[in-house]
């Protein structure tokens, strides 16, 4: 009699690993940049008053979309397991690892306080998406699934 028992997998095969897409200095330098903007706003605030309603509805507007990124930046996740990779930043994305034709680690070493470590996915021919991470267990996790990708091409 055959032995129908499924074949078996590693077990960091079936954990998510999920953690921020970015440090804790990108967090605060984004910070930094956003309150600089801020303080000239403020400057600025005096002459507003002569502004035309257009104008002013610009501002607001492009306030909240930077408020929007900036609210992105701090509280994005990426999330990985072996069926998907899902990412919370500005826009939500989503891939399966079936899906995935080619991919790429881009990671500069000393340098990752400053330039997030990233993973470019290929999904078909013209399908580009990009996913952040700071944590070094999605970061093991995106080196095991390029070394995969690369061993099965």
Same mark, same amino acid.
């Given at each position: 009699?055959?032995?129908?028992?499924?074949?078996?997998?590693?077990?960091?095969?079936?954990?998510?690993?999920?953690?921020t897409s970015f440090?804790?200095?990108?967090?605060?330098?984004?910070?930094?940049? $956003?309150?600089? =903007?801020?303080?000239?706003? %403020?400057?600025?605030? #005096?002459?507003?008053?002569?502004?035309?309603?257009?104008? *002013?509805?610009?501002?607001?507007?492009?306030?909240?979309?930077?408020?929007?990124?900036?609210?992105?930046?701090?509280?994005?996740?990426?999330?990985?397991?072996?069926?998907?990779?899902?990412?919370?930043?500005?826009?939500?994305?989503?891939?399966? $690892?079936?899906? =995935?034709?080619?991919?790429? %680690?881009?990671?500069? #070493?000393?340098?990752?306080?400053?330039?997030?470590?990233? *993973?470019?996915?290929?999904?078909?021919?013209?399908?580009?998406?990009?996913?952040?991470?700071?944590?070094?267990?999605?970061?093991?996790?995106?080196l095991e699934l390029?070394?995969?990708?690369?061993?099965?091409?």
């Amino acid at each position: 009699m055959e032995d129908q028992t499924p074949p078996r997998t590693s077990p960091s095969d079936l954990i998510e690993v999920s953690g921020t897409s970015f440090s804790f200095l990108i967090k605060l330098l984004s910070s930094f940049l $956003i309150a600089g =903007i801020g303080h000239l706003a %403020l400057q600025a605030l #005096p002459q507003m008053e002569d502004m035309k309603l257009t104008t *002013l509805g610009f501002i607001v507007a492009v306030t909240l979309v930077i408020a929007y990124f900036q609210l992105s930046i701090w509280f994005s996740t990426t999330h990985i397991s072996d069926t998907y990779i899902y990412q919370t930043w500005m826009f939500r994305k989503k891939v399966a $690892i079936k899906d =995935i034709a080619q991919c790429k %680690l881009i990671y500069v #070493p000393f340098f990752s306080w400053i330039i997030t470590p990233r *993973l470019v996915v290929r999904v078909g021919m013209a399908n580009f998406f990009v996913f952040y991470a700071s944590n070094p267990k999605v970061l093991q996790k995106f080196l095991e699934l390029v070394y995969k990708k690369s061993v099965s091409i």
